[in-house]
């Protein structure tokens, strides 16, 4: 959340939906105390790190008492420094990043979710003017609504990042921030978990968005964003995306039609016409109807020109500020459509990089495993289990090994 965090975006959500699931997930990016690298190891060079800061702690009005019960069970994780030296620098294309986040799975456990927790998301929205959908699909997006929240020790994650230095000033804010929420009472240091890299709760907050945004929306006396109970963290969302600028009733964005020709210079965040202007120029919505009037709205195309087209107004921006990752806005408004009960995006996407569409990769994800060679699924995102397929396969074969999806890899698979 705020720019701070976005900055650096390894929320769950930002760390690409908190589960690539499926045959072309990565598998779930939420760290867990249990997994190796992921318990205190001893390590001297830490231990006076944390000396140090401890000192420093103090000298920024934190208790002794508070850094002493923070610090008591946390230590040196390994598995966090392996988790930040090997992140993969990739982005996904919109139409993988869309068949994740608003997979017929999350839409349809976000359903439920708003089924079952109404009465406090329409609270929630009376109050800070958000719609429910909306908090719900960030809620969708950052913990898989609350399955997905991590338990790794938040204390011992940052202490451990601020120790290895690469992005220390950052992660010791971070740390001092977690100490401060400490202070407050708003949980224990045993409770304090969230990703390998300190992001926390069912909206994913790192601690200094936590001071300045989270909420006391059940009148407990605690910002309370990491119980099973999810109220405070959805109005917590809700109360950052109101003091963003979200207007109620306006939507984020549409998907819209481009006439032939279109001079696709005029495109791109910030270029803002009004929509009689875009309706000048031959734009219509997606079904070919006039386009509706919510103030100046950019057009974007986030997969290029032959993608799909989108009209975004000022609720874009909103989102942005939540995570400025275009993908990410775009899945949180796109899933709250679905929420709503709208469709799917209605344009096609062009083929990608091998010359591959959505249908061949699932196509080739179910020949794989009716050959034998498992892809766990088959929502066409290639990730690291078809890669690992597409290997095994390639192995078994004597050819290259590649794990790369082809088009001729589909024809062998064919035949």
């Known amino acids: 959340m705020q720019a701070q965090r976005r900055a650096f975006t390894f929320g769950l959500g930002a760390l690409w939906l908190s589960a690539c699931v499926g045959g072309g997930g990565t598998g779930s990016v939420v760290s867990r105390a ?107 997006l950052e913990s898989q609504y609350g399955e997905r929240r991590g338990t790794v020790p938040v204390i011992s994650a940052l202490a451990t990042l601020a120790y290895d230095g690469r992005r220390g000033a950052f992660f010791e804010q971070q740390l001092t921030a977690a100490l401060r929420i400490l202070q407050n009472g708003d949980t224990t240091p045993a409770n304090m978990t969230g990703s390998w890299a300190g992001a926390m ?19 407990d006396g605690r910002r309370d964003i990491w119980a099973d109970d999810p109220t405070d963290a959805l109005a917590s969302a809700a109360a950052y995306l109101s003091r963003s600028g979200w207007r109620k009733g306006q939507p984020w964005g549409i998907e819209i039609r481009l006439p032939a020709g279109f001079n696709t210079a005029v495109t791109g965040r910030g270029k803002g016409r009004s929509s009689d202007a875009w309706s000048a120029l031959g734009v219509t919505t997606a079904d070919g109807g006039r386009l509706p009037n919510h103030g100046a709205g950019s057009i974007i195309l986030p997969q290029g020109a032959n993608g799909p087209a989108f009209l975004i107004f000022n609720n874009f921006n909103a989102i942005a500020r939540y995570n400025n990752a275009v993908n990410y806005v775009i899945g949180v408004g796109h899933l709250s459509d679905r929420l709503r009960g709208a469709g799917p995006i209605r344009s096609s996407f062009p083929p990608d990089a091998t010359g591959m569409t959505m249908a061949d990769r699932q196509e080739l994800q179910r020949r794989l495993t009716a050959a034998g060679f498992d892809t766990e699924g088959s929502d066409g995102v290639i990730g690291g289990k078809t890669r690992a397929a597409i290997e095994a396969f390639q192995r078994a074969r004597g050819l290259p090994v590649t794990g790369e999806p082809t088009l001729s890899l589909l024809q062998m698979l064919r035949g």
């Open 201 to 219: 709760g069912h909206t994913q907050f790192i601690p200094t968005s936590y001071l300045e945004y989270a909420v006391d929306f059940t009148g």
């Open 34 to 140: 249990s997994e190796p690298g992921m318990s205190p190891v001893p390590n001297a060079g830490f231990d006076a790190w944390v000396d140090g800061f401890k000192s420093r702690a103090a000298g920024r009005g934190l208790s002794q008492s508070t850094i002493d019960t923070a610090f008591r069970s946390a230590g040196f994780l390994p598995g966090v420094i392996e988790r930040d030296r090997n992140q993969t620098e990739f982005k996904r294309t919109l139409e993988d990043y869309l068949a994740i986040a608003a997979s017929p799975d999350r839409v349809a456990k976000g359903r439920a979710a708003l089924a079952r927790h109404r009465s406090t998301l329409s609270a929630i929205e009376s109050r800070y003017g958000v719609e429910a959908e909306v908090v719900t699909a960030v809620w969708g």
